[in-house]
Each structure stands twice: as structure tokens, then as C-alpha cells.
């Protein structure tokens, strides 16, 4: 019946489904001095209504937003997500965000998925020397005829950052003494054998 084909394309879209994300979890890389505004990475849904029914809007699932809202944002209408404010990979390097894409229908039910973010480590740490001596004055001093090999102070040497960027060489250029390792970073001022 022609009449009934007319009606039934004039019917509204039923809200009957829910979107449903490109990916099931997604994973981004990011320096820790990237620039605040800069976007990570975009996560997409689609959805099977029509009209407003399929008309999608992101946002941070509830405790994500409320851990960390303050460092990440996602924009709602795109589904980009940006840092809000600086990163710091020693401080925290990996987080893991809950995305909800929502569809502007009556009664919608929110589809999620998981984004990980792993914040990489920039070598942006000088390493610090920290020179400790057995003397009451904390100074270091070695008195002039000292024997070969005595002990003049303790060295110790730690970097900020984090993985290779934490490693560290140290090396002493003297003839009068010599810089031997005890452990990692660690290591003893002795007077030199010639």
C-alpha cells in the first residue's frame, strides 16, 4: 500500500542505539614538555540512529574527570583530547582515562573506552653531585703527605629524569686523585698512587 510507505518514512527515529567507538582502547605517547593545548590523540564512535539520535557528544567518564580533568581535556563535539597543563614523568608516566560517547537522543546509553596516555621522559634533569667528607666541618681536606690511596671524600651522583636519561657517567680529571666506584652512582675521592 503506497500510503503505508509514506507514513512509515515520515515516522521519528527511535533512540535504539547506542553509539559504538572506533576502537575498543586506545594508547598515545607523549613527551612530558609537550605544550599545553596540544592535542594526543582523537577517539571516534559512531552511531547506527539518525538525526539527533545519532549526534554524539564526548566527554571524561565521571572518575576520570574527577582524577584527572585538570591535565586532560576532550573536546566534545571532535573527540580530541589535549593537555591542560604540564607534564612531569617522574611525577606520574602512564594514565589511564575513561571516554563516554553519549548520543543527544532521549534516553541514551553511553558507550566507553579506555584511553591510555604514557608520558615519556625528556632529559631536561642536570645531574646533581652531592661531595660528603669524614671532617667535622663537612669541607673537604686531605692533609699534605697523605698516604697513596686515602680516603679524601664520598661522591654521589643522581639524575632527575628517568630510564638512559637517569644514567650517568662521572669521571675525574687529576693527577693527584682518583675516583673510584663503590655502586651505581655512588662512588669514593681517594689520593692518586703517584
Known amino acids: 500500500d503506497w500510503s503505508s510507505d509514506v507514513c512509515s518514512s515520515d515516522l521519528a527515529d527511535v533512540n535504539d542505539n547506542s553509539p559504538v567507538f ?8 607523549i613527551l612530558e614538555n609537550i605544550t599545553i593545548h596540544s592535542s594526543v590523540l582523537r577517539v571516534k564512535a559512531t552511531d547506527a540512529d539518525k538525526a539527533e539520535n545519532a549526534e554524539i557528544s564526548y566527554m571524561l567518564e ?12 576532550i573536546d566534545s563535539l571532535t573527540g580530541v583530547i589535549s593537555v591542560k597543563d ?18 543527544k537522543g532521549l534516553h541514551p546509553v553511553p558507550a566507553t573506552t ?17 661531595v660528603r ?4 666541618t663537612g ?15 664520598h661522591i654521589s651522583v643522581v639524575d632527575g629524569d628517568r630510564g638512559e636519561n637517569a644514567r650517568v657517567d662521572c669521571f675525574l680529571d687529576s ?7 663503590l655502586s651505581t652512582a655512588q662512588y669514593k675521592l681517594v689520593t692518586s698512587n703517584t
Open 22 to 29: 572506533k576502537n575498543s582502547s586506545y594508547r598515545a605517547l
Open 62 to 73: 565521571k572518575k576520570s574527570a574527577s582524577s584527572y580533568g585538570h591535565i586532560f581535556a
Open 86 to 103: 604540564n607534564l612531569n614523568s617522574q611525577k606520574k608516566s602512564i594514565f589511564e582515562l575513561t571516554v563516554q560517547a553519549v548520543n
Open 114 to 130: 579506555k584511553v591510555t596516555i604514557v608520558v615519556l621522559d625528556v632529559n631536561d634533569h642536570a645531574p646533581q653531585i652531592t
Open 133 to 136: 667528607s669524614l671532617t667535622s
Open 139 to 153: 669541607k673537604v681536606e686531605i692533609a699534605e703527605n697523605a698516604s697513596p690511596g686515602s680516603f679524601v671524600a
Open 175 to 181: 693527577e693527584d686523585f682518583l675516583l673510584q666506584p
